[in-house]
């Protein structure tokens, strides 16, 4: 099985042989829908340290604004989600993007709207109503933060598995973190929440207390919401894998989370991103609640550009990451080209089961 940092490069060197050999311009035709939805997460100037296994969420400033002017450049027009549904529906025209923030991090607001200003783009901030709140586990960056910290990272898990593993360079952490990680995701989602929290208290911290210091608060979300180019979203209550949680707790989740926004904001949330968003997270069973819940649509992490049918597949649509480890060009024609999700997706234009 390939490394993170072996995938990484990999990655890398197919968007440098696609733009290269000019595929994405020749395929382009064939494989570019008629819009997209681009996803971020962080936007911060700091460089990550040799241990960053989430550097993936995060990009700089100046790939924003690089990124923003490639769309422009490529005849995207920029639109808001509540345009989407009647771009779909139309006849194919010029391409448009929507941007789209997940979790609500502070750094959005302070790195990130300034560039989108100056482009005049619309964006959507999807919000996790507990982070928000000042509490709330954000375990990705918990683990990472403990590993850090650590010099060894000891799990064990339910079935009396256990890891114990070195961590005393970078090097090790990273290995250690992508041990723990994979082991922790594909079992159930109260195990990983009680592994991470044990492995904060050995490194000195509380599980729950990075939320207060990387997300916004509701005084700042009701800031941002004064400018009318930005729309307030839905992430969830305590963004939870919903996928692997009893139907009563997904619903209760995705409509107690946007009540939080409602109540706090004071404007209507009428877009909802499921939290992790792959196909272990949200599926066919969580589409339908997004649908019965009345959100006018509902986006994954399932990758992919959009096209007609999607009009009738509002609660399942596709996003297009914007990766921290591909802050270049070929990455960035490659990703608004579509060629790489022809390949990913076998071809399919939907991707909805």
Partial sequence: MLSSRNRRRLFEAGFRVVSGLGADRWLEPAA???????????VSPELPDPFAPNRLLSITPDFLDETLTALRERGFTLVPLDAVPDHLARRPGAPFAALTFDDGYRDNAL?????LARHRAPWTLFVTSDFADGRGRLWWIELERAIRRLDRVAVTFGTGKRLDLPARDAAQKSVAF???????????????????AELCERAG??????????CLGWDELRDLARDPAVDIGAHTRSHPMLAKHAVE???AEIAGGRARIERAVGRRVRHLSYPVGDRTSA??????????????????????HLFSEHAD??????RISVNGCHQSRAALKGLLSGVPFLVWNRGRRLDVA
């Fill in 313 to 318: 597949h509002l609660h399942a649509l596709p």
């Fill in 111 to 115: 790195h990130a709207a300034p560039v």
């Fill in 205 to 214: 911290f509380g599980a729950g207390s990075v939320a207060a210091e990387l």
């Fill in 178 to 196: 992508e041990a723990v990680y994979r082991a922790l995701r594909a079992g159930p989602e109260e195990r990983l929440l009680s592994a991470i």
């Fill in 249 to 251: 707790v997904a619903r």
């Fill in 283 to 304: 599926g066919p069973r969580e589409f339908a609640l997004a649908r019965e819940l009345g959100f006018a649509t509902a986006v994954t992490t399932r990758p992919g």
């Fill in 32 to 42: 570019r829908g008629q819009g997209l939805i681009l996803t971020f997460h962080h």
